[in-house]
């Protein structure tokens, strides 16, 4: 692995900033100051960066369908966080969010002690299409679903052009696709109607599906199997 891999894997750095960091003599390798950034590790390398101990870490990744009430924040003795949802022997880590859900809603968080791979994954989603439920407070005709549908066109365009679909799964459940439309837009729709939200579940985004995981169940992954 080369030295600006590796610093931008297990430091909370871009490549660019690993290689300006070695231009300036502040990494070495096994005592001895590199200012290469091409430069080619062993496996048995140590690296330094101003003078402290670099150590590679193996990063975990997982998946997790978020109940309701619980919130995407960090480890807190006082805030009720999906942290605690996790295996035990992550608390000591630093844990990023790919995405984040109000603590109203439910349904797919992806969390990860990777801090740039959490930043990349992050942009990469906001540019997929996502599989919402909308639990309501009261039923809704087919007249209604229609009038919403028709409002969503005219705010963000035909569903063609937009790739979004609202389709009616039961008496007071919406299942709802979007690429384009922010979900603070979409709720704002719903509450011009006088749509009751009772929940918001995520449930897919782009690929990424969380399938049978039931609420509060997280499951671990690969770094390369979570794909959009």
Wanted: with cysteine; proline share 2%.
């Amino acid at each position: 692995m080369r030295l600006t891999k590796f610093l931008s894997l297990y430091v909370n750095m871009s490549r660019n900033q690993a290689k300006f960091y070695i231009r300036k003599g502040r990494a070495s390798v096994d005592g001895v100051v590199i200012r290469e950034s091409d430069f080619e590790l062993s496996e048995d390398s140590q690296v330094m960066l101003d003078g402290n101990l670099i150590e590679s870490v193996e990063y975990r990744y997982f998946l997790l369908n978020k109940p309701i009430s619980y919130e995407c924040l960090k480890q807190s003795a006082t805030a009720k966080s999906i942290c605690k949802l996790l295996p035990q022997e992550l608390s000591g880590r630093e844990v990023y969010f790919a995405n984040i859900l109000r603590p109203i809603d439910t349904g797919l968080v992806v969390i990860s002690d990777n801090p740039r791979w959490s930043s990349m994954l992050r942009k990469k989603m906001s540019k997929k299409s996502r599989l919402y439920y909308f639990t309501l407070a009261e039923k809704v005709s087919g007249d209604q679903v229609s009038g919403l549908r028709a409002s969503f066109e005219k705010l963000f365009g035909s569903s063609k052009n937009s790739a979004f679909d609202i389709q009616h799964r039961g008496d007071n459940l919406l299942e709802l696709s979007s690429v384009q439309a922010r979900i603070s837009n979409i709720l704002s729709l719903f509450e011009s109607m006088n749509f009751g939200i009772e929940v918001v579940h995520l449930q897919r985004v782009g690929k990424l599906d969380l399938g049978d995981l039931r609420l509060g169940e997280s499951k671990e992954f690969t770094e390369g199997e979570i794909t959009l």
